[in-house]
């Protein structure tokens, strides 16, 4: 899925940081985006090498969960660029 040097940025409402290499992007995404954060593959944007997704992170109680979004930048088939945030 990830070239091997790929590279991800994370800003605000997920945990600010930035990531390079297929490890690095594993553990960073696993750690944080697997159990809680939503995505909805049928509200994507396509434009050229790009996709773009919202993303909304799963919240217990009566709190709005907050939303943010994900850029994906592809090449030859795997994803070089990940940023999520606002």
């Known amino acids: 899925m990830f070239a091997d040097d790929a590279e991800l ?7 600010p940081g930035e990531h390079r290499g297929t490890e690095q992007l594993r ?3 696993a750690g944080r ?5 939503g995505v909805d593959p049928t509200r994507k944007q396509l434009a050229g090498d790009r996709v773009v997704w919202t993303l909304r992170a799963r ?3 009566p709190r709005s969960a907050p939303t943010g979004r994900a850029e994906a930048e592809v090449q030859d088939g795997r994803i070089m660029r990940l940023r999520v945030g606002r």
């Open 9 to 15: 940025v994370s800003d605000d409402p997920f945990p």
């Open 27 to 29: 553990r960073f995404l």
């Open 33 to 37: 985006f697997t159990q809680r954060v």
């Open 59 to 61: 919240t217990e109680g």
